[in-house]
């Protein structure tokens, strides 16, 4: 073909943007689309912003005794005064987990990726984690709404068996495994895998139980220390 008929030839159309809205309807879709045009920027602009309202009822309007957890008479007045503080930095580092989150997700499942042979980018895997984090994000949201109307623990989710579990009891992460938004992460991580990164679904699901366990059996031991 001449120099001439390459400058010529048309550009093919580039894939269409996925939608972290409809992701919660058409997730497959969704994949595909993030398969060929990975987005980050604006999903994780709405992720952040998700988080921002959750750590914003989580941090300023729980009660600040049922925040800190069972703790002694003497234990909570040397930590009253540093309520504020408290509240602030507790709402700061809620606005960072999306961000840290969606890199440190990403960067697992990309070694992972390139170990059991599949095909995806860092900027897939990032965006694919992201798209998951707007459910768990909508599940904290949720559960803070509830846990403040029902004048619960913050802490504590309720839409799950974890609503059985103290949140401060180290066992409770691993049950968080068995609580709806959670579950419904798992089953979006494997099936993103195996849209995203061309795996098995076999292997899709080994990944990702992996994943999801071994960081519930690490919150699990940190609890424990």
């Not at 996925?18 to 045009?37: A, G, V, W, Y």
């Not at 999903?43 to 009822?57: D, F, G, R, S």
């Not at 089953?187 to 899709?204: C, D, E, F, N, Q």
């Amino acid at each position: 073909m001449s120099e001439t008929a390459l400058e010529n030839k048309p550009e093919l159309p580039k894939g269409e943007k996925p939608s972290i809205f409809k992701f919660i309807t058409e997730p497959q879709e969704q994949f595909r689309r993030m398969r060929e045009n990975p987005k980050v920027l604006v999903p994780l602009l709405i992720v952040t912003a998700v988080y921002a309202l959750w750590a914003a009822l989580f941090s300023f309007l729980a009660d600040f005794q049922l925040m800190m957890g069972d703790l002694s008479a003497e234990d909570m007045a040397m930590i009253e005064g540093a309520e504020t503080a408290i509240r602030v930095s507790t709402f700061v580092t809620s606005l960072l987990m999306p961000v840290i989150g969606g890199v440190i997700g990403a960067f697992i499942m990309w070694i992972v990726v390139k170990l059991t042979a599949g095909d995806a980018t860092f900027k897939q895997l990032f965006s694919l984690n992201v798209f998951i984090m707007f459910i768990g994000g909508i599940g904290l949201v949720l559960n803070s709404i509830l846990t403040l109307a029902l004048n619960l623990n913050p802490a504590q989710m309720i839409t799950g068996l974890t609503v059985f579990f103290d949140p401060y009891d180290p066992m409770y992460s691993l049950v968080s495994l068995f609580e709806v938004f959670s579950i419904w992460s798992i089953i979006l991580m494997a099936m993103g895998l195996r849209i995203v990164a061309s795996m098995k679904p076999v292997t899709a699901w080994v990944v990702t139980l992996i994943i999801t366990v071994g960081a519930a059996l690490i919150g699990f031991l940190a609890a424990g220390v």
